[in-house]
């Protein structure tokens, strides 16, 4: 009976995590002015029309015959907005607004399909179905739920970042965080062993590639204490960084050179000063944010100053590890997440300066390890030994472990406190400027 009442208690904080996650993602969506509801801010993506009505399609096409058996009411609708699209060759998709269904037609989909999602699950959590007669429990489905709207959630927002600033519906500003300034400093991890990945039987929630858990041997190293800044970035790009071709490998200068890429993304040149693009102004170049780029030019600064980026067992080790060998669950140690530990949690829409949230520090002393911004490993994205894909969700990694995608580590302003957790993992593609990504550099 105890271990029922306790399972209960689980689905209905599912529930309620849900019903939050909808929230988050409502209010993304009500940043963009009604009249750009169709446009397409990232030439790879899709158009914002179908994320509205994307994440209501997963959860329909996840949980409808696995949690409950309720027939489909609009199948093309569930076909039309089952899956995004991640380009790696250049292609770009070519559809136009008149292509996708009416605004009003997709929110009555999203309305209806909520609903009966909603009801599926009251039954399921009422007793008229039974975990045992299922193939998947529960809770681990709803859990792939929460987790999918909540990555969109942060995805969303590169993607507004890029919408003019016109188009969207400012809210209300956070205060600014202000420290006094840092000096870029080093700091020495010594050898020692580091678990990655999460036991298969341990009954913790992971996508497919934070399984299974194996632990390896780190030697020492150095890496920057900070997550390298604006003002830093700047003088690599007033040095003649872009131009400097020993700097790149063959495959990032043929995309810098073909996308005539000579600056940050997010960052935008008047005369001789720099401004950085937020979400909703343009502001003077604040040099003691951390800066973000592509993974291509996280390496070629690296190179630059003579650093090389971190493996992702070496960034684990700085971020978990400690002197005496245990290993924390987060970076400052097993305190839940909190807004004095990092900035994380969409507390802010902006990036704070480095060094201003020191209660988040590791036991090496490195800092800004969870939030502000992700950071870049020099590690291919691939499976883990005893990696076995989801099968409800074949291709959430598989697809991915093709030696185009590296692996990020930390999290941003807009991850959510649930996915700072110390097995998970990111990745994106070496040449997409829009994430909210950057990086520290290590030495021997």
């Not at 949690?345 to 036991?363: H, I, K, M």
Request: charged letters at 25%.
């Amino acid at each position: 009976m105890l271990a029922e009442q306790i399972d209960v208690a689980l689905r209905h904080e599912l529930l309620e995590r849900l019903a939050d996650a909808r929230v988050r993602t409502d209010e993304i969506f009500s940043l963009v002015r009604a009249d750009y509801l169709y446009d397409r801010p990232i030439p790879e993506r899709h158009r914002i029309i179908f994320y509205i009505g994307h994440l209501e399609a997963f959860d329909w096409n996840l949980l409808r015959d696995r949690l409950f058996t309720t027939p489909a009411t609009q199948p093309e609708f569930d076909r039309l907005f089952a899956f995004g699209i991640d380009p790696v060759d250049g292609g770009l998709p070519s559809d136009q607004p008149k292509d996708w269904p009416a605004i009003s037609e997709v929110q009555d989909y999203v309305a209806r399909t909520r609903r009966t999602v909603d009801q599926g699950i009251e039954r399921c959590l009422s007793g008229e179905a039974q975990d045992s007669s299922r193939e998947f429990p529960s809770t681990q489905l709803l859990q792939v739920a929460i987790e999918h709207r909540l990555m969109h959630a942060e995805t969303l927002a590169y993607m507004l970042h890029q919408l003019p600033v016109d188009r969207k519906i400012r809210p209300s500003q956070n205060p600014e965080l202000l420290t006094n300034p840092v000096q870029p400093t080093m700091v020495k991890i010594p050898e020692g062993k580091i678990t990655l990945g999460l036991r298969r039987d341990a009954e913790q929630f992971g996508w497919d590639n934070e399984f299974e858990q194996y632990q390896t041997h780190v030697t020492a190293f150095e890496i920057d204490k900070y997550m390298v800044t604006n003002g830093q970035f700047l003088d690599f790009v007033q040095a003649g960084g872009y131009d400097n071709h020993r700097l790149w490998d063959a495959s990032d200068w043929k995309w810098k050179s073909e996308q005539k890429v000579n600056r940050p993304g997010f960052w935008r040149s008047k005369g001789d000063a720099w401004y950085l693009r937020t979400m909703f102004d343009e502001i003077p170049l604040p040099s003691d944010w951390p800066v973000y780029v592509s993974h291509a030019e996280a390496a070629a600064y690296a190179r630059w100053v003579g650093k090389a980026l971190p493996t992702e067992e070496q960034w684990q080790r700085a971020a978990y590890g400690t002197p005496t060998g245990e290993e924390r669950r987060y970076p400052w140690g097993s305190e839940l997440p909190n807004p004095a530990r990092g900035n994380f949690n969409f507390q802010r829409w902006d990036p704070a300066p480095v060094g201003s949230l020191p209660e988040g520090q590791s036991a090496f002393g490195v800092q800004g390890l969870a939030g502000n911004g992700w950071e870049w490993t020099s590690s291919v994205f691939a499976p883990f030994p005893g990696f076995k894909p989801f099968p409800f969700y074949l291709g959430y990694s598989a697809d991915f472990f093709d030696g185009k995608h590296f692996v990020m580590k930390g999290g941003s302003a807009q991850t959510a406190a649930c996915m700072l957790r110390r097995s998970f993992r990111n990745w994106f593609q070496p040449h997409y400027p829009h994430v909210y990504a950057g990086f520290r550099c290590v030495s021997h």
